[in-house]
């Protein structure tokens, strides 16, 4: 028997929450029953500097029941960095954790299969989705965009697996190892080297208020997940220089020959084309390598990534 925490990171979530905390003190309930898990363990919540009520909602349902913990952020920090605080909080205390998103549209019923695959020596096992019919069509596709661009980016992911995974506590440990502050957990957690599996699941829709992940937000971590893990972007911009630089030679030898020939002709359109193509080129690669710049620079800085200003937690 393990004991076992259900890290579970929310923002605003005041409409879902409350059934949250039922559905996931039941589930505990029930693995107990079976033997797979200890009576000890139990739901940690990171609150991450919700405005709504959900800090007040959490403080209600730990009173109510010794399966929920709560930590709560000083500020909004990301998703990220709140699942992270999460995991940092338990791993002294638990055998495996696993993470899982407050508004449970990952079935919670194939972690059962998950503690099954850490028995048989799964260090990390990973919830796979096996169809994304529960998406709208801009968000199924634009996700299915992601994932190979950051394969073709030589980034290592797991396709169609977010952030519901279980890690055992050596897992952990290691990862909080890892000391960036733009973080991608979804590439360096394939990165760490353990034992993996999968389980897989239908994605279930939503049981009230709104994601949290726009288009926007989506785009942002595509970005840092590139940045963080290759310099491929460094590596297309210098090919794509040195494609211009032969179209420009090619060019020049155009024009001599033109020149010889007597076929030159005014060309003012094409001229103006390729001095704003090339000033659109230069300012679009001067904004890739600033955006490294910008990530070593924060990185330098050594700030905290999160600040826990209160906790609920049973003895």
């Known amino acids: 028997?393990?004991?076992?925490?259900?890290?579970?990171?929310?923002?605003?979530?005041?409409?879902?929450?409350?059934?949250?905390?039922?559905?996931?003190?039941n589930l505990l309930d029930d693995l107990t029953l079976t033997g797979k898990i200890t009576?000890?363990?139990?739901?940690?919540?990171?609150?991450d500097g919700s405005s709504d009520d959900s800090w007040n909602i959490l403080c209600r349902e730990h009173d109510l029941s010794n399966r929920i913990n709560a930590i709560n952020l000083a500020a909004n920090v990301g998703h990220q960095n709140a699942l992270l605080a999460g995991l940092d909080y338990v791993q002294d205390d638990v055998d495996i954790a696993i993470s899982i998103d407050a508004d449970l549209q990952d079935d919670i019923c194939v972690i059962e299969q998950m503690i099954d695959k850490y028995s048989k020596g799964a260090d990390i096992v990973y919830g796979v989705r096996n169809n994304r019919k529960s998406d709208?069509?801009?968000?199924?596709?634009?996700?299915n965009l992601f994932y190979k661009f950051m394969t073709a980016m030589g980034v290592k992911t797991i396709y169609n697996h977010a952030d519901f995974r279980l890690m055992s506590r050596r897992v952990i440990k290691q990862l909080m190892l890892y000391k960036e502050r733009n973080l991608y957990l979804r590439g360096i957690i394939p990165s760490l080297g353990y034992k993996t599996d999968c389980v897989y699941y239908t994605r279930l829709k939503r049981g009230g208020g709104k994601s949290k992940y726009s288009l926007s937000k989506m785009l942002r971590l595509a970005?840092?997940?590139?940045?963080?893990?290759t310099t491929r972007p460094i590596t297309l911009i210098t090919v794509l220089g040195f494609i211009i630089i032969l179209f420009a030679l090619a060019a020049f030898v155009y024009t001599l020959i033109s020149y010889f020939t007597g076929n030159t002709a005014p060309g003012w359109s094409s001229l103006?084309?390729?001095?704003?193509?090339?000033?659109?080129?230069?300012?679009?690669?001067?904004?890739?390598?600033?955006?490294?710049?910008g990530k070593a620079y924060f990185e330098t800085k050594q700030r905290p990534r999160y600040d826990i200003v209160e906790e609920l937690k049973h003895e």
């Open 1 to 25: 028997m393990y004991k076992l925490a259900i890290v579970v990171p929310c923002y605003n979530e005041e409409a879902i929450l409350k059934n949250t905390c039922e559905t996931l003190v």
């Open 39 to 47: 009576d000890q363990s139990y739901v940690l919540f990171v609150n």
């Open 136 to 143: 709208s069509f801009l968000k199924r596709n634009s996700a």
């Open 223 to 229: 970005s840092d997940g590139i940045t963080s893990f």
């Open 272 to 293: 103006m084309i390729s001095i704003w193509f090339l000033g659109g080129v230069q300012l679009f690669s001067i904004g890739i390598v600033g955006k490294y710049v």
